[in-house]
């Protein structure tokens, strides 16, 4: 069974830091892509980065390009998303999926989601 566990979520003052982790388990990865997603009370889910797990490939979303990072530890089966230069419009739940369809940017190409974990970014 297919789990993706994030975790590493908070409260942080703008302009701040977090490191989240999503720990991926239950098959071997290495023909999927990682996507990290997110999503504000009263929108939709949107693309945040996505990283392929076996050549280490990335793509972002242009509004956290520079200051959002996603890699990822083969060793540990975990990816992570570096949130540098935080701002309160980053306030969102943070979502991990696993997908094959290459790094997409929409959520319906990507099979298995965890759980979310909560980012709020204070002004």
């Known amino acids: 069974q297919v789990q993706l566990v994030e975790s590493g979520g908070g409260l942080v003052q703008a302009g701040g830091s977090l490191r989240l982790s999503c720990a991926a388990s239950?098959?071997?990865?290495?023909?999927?892509?990682m996507g990290w997603f997110r999503q504000a009370p009263g929108k939709e889910r949107e693309f945040v980065a996505a990283?392929?797990?076996?050549?280490?490939?990335?793509r972002y979303a242009d509004s956290v390009k520079g200051r959002f990072t996603i890699s990822r530890d083969n060793a540990k089966n975990t990816v992570y998303l570096q949130l540098n230069s935080l701002k309160p419009e980053d306030t969102a739940v943070y979502y991990c999926?696993?997908?094959?369809?290459?790094?997409?940017?929409?959520?319906?190409?990507?099979?298995?989601w965890g759980q979310g974990t909560q980012v709020t970014v204070s002004s």
């Open positions: 999926a696993a997908g094959t369809y290459g790094s997409s940017r929409y959520p319906e190409e990507y099979d298995y």
């Open positions: 239950g098959r071997t990865f290495g023909n999927y892509a």
């Open positions: 990283i392929r797990w076996s050549v280490g490939s990335t």
